[in-house]
């Protein structure tokens, strides 16, 4: 039994969702006065906690909560099944119907004399303009569905107020000003740079290092001959390595003699 309850109030539900869609929003005159069903005595008036004094303003994006309060004046207690809602064009001689809010579920029972208050959020996402919001909900009272309406009024649907800090914004700046730095690189170095005087590089060669030798000591006594940075010791260098050769002087006219021929 309770699973074809589940099944029923399932299937109604959907059938709520289309009669939110399909329910016309009544004057605006009678947004002030709680809604009661003729057949049923049972109020409903719907608030808005967040509210401003200028209106309601559904913010893009961001839940946007109402509270819903019932009292229940019938004998028998009532059930709160579902609630739901719709966005209709502020226009009221050409309404028509913008979008269709969540329907929310409850089965939220209140006995008789008794008030009993519940949330109902929602969330949109249009373009900033004027609506009309018509929430309803169905009641249920021995087996018999009611669909009492528990606002209809005028919103302004805005834009959330944009961040300095906000990650989307700063990813925006981020990729403004890396665009911003790579369009200057590219203009100076095509447009500036080959105006400037090109200097030449130089190469620096690398210093000689000079490494003075160390004396060359030998076994054998013999005084050591000092030849600039270098020192040696001349006795076992042979003589004809040692002395100089004499220069021979050449006649004037004439051939040097020979020594090969005796006289």
């Known amino acids: ?27 605006e005159e009678e947004i002030e006065n709680p809604s009661t069903s003729p057949a049923l005595a049972v109020t409903v008036e719907a608030s808005f906690p967040d509210a401003e004094i200028f209106g309601i303003k559904l913010v893009n994006g961001e839940a946007t909560e109402s509270i819903l309060s019932f009292l229940n004046e019938e004998p028998d207690p009532v059930t ?9 064009t502020s226009d009221p001689q050409n309404s028509r119907i913008v ?18 208050s519940l949330p109902y959020r929602f969330q949109t996402n249009l373009h900033p303009q004027d609506l009309r919001l018509n929430l309803a909900a169905v009641v249920m009272s021995q087996s018999t569905f009611y669909t009492l309406q528990a606002f209809n009024g005028t919103v302004t649907v805005v834009d ?3 961040s300095i800090f906000d990650p989307q914004i700063l990813f925006l700046y981020f990729f403004l000003l890396a665009a911003a730095i790579g369009v200057g ?22 210093p000689v290092k000079k490494i003075d030798a160390a004396p060359v000591t030998s076994d054998t006594e013999g005084p050591a001959v000092s030849t600039g940075s270098k020192t040696y010791n001349e006795e076992w260098i042979p003589t004809h390595h040692i002395q100089r050769p004499e220069a021979r002087r050449l006649k004037s006219g004439g051939r040097p003699k020979s020594r090969g021929r005796a006289e």
């Open 160 to 162: 959330p107020d944009a």
């Open 80 to 88: 709160i099944q579902f609630i739901g809602g719709s966005l209709w």
């Open 99 to 116: 979008r269709n809010l969540t329907t929310a579920q409850y089965a939220v029972e209140i006995p008789p004399g008794e008030k009993q």
């Open 1 to 27: 039994m309770g699973r074809f309850l589940d099944v029923a109030l399932l299937l109604f539900g959907f059938q709520a969702a289309g009669i939110f869609a399909q329910a016309e929003p009544k004057a």
């Open 185 to 206: 690189y590219w203009f100076y170095a095509i447009w500036v740079v080959p105006y400037f005087p090109q200097k030449r590089r130089t190469t620096k060669k690398a």
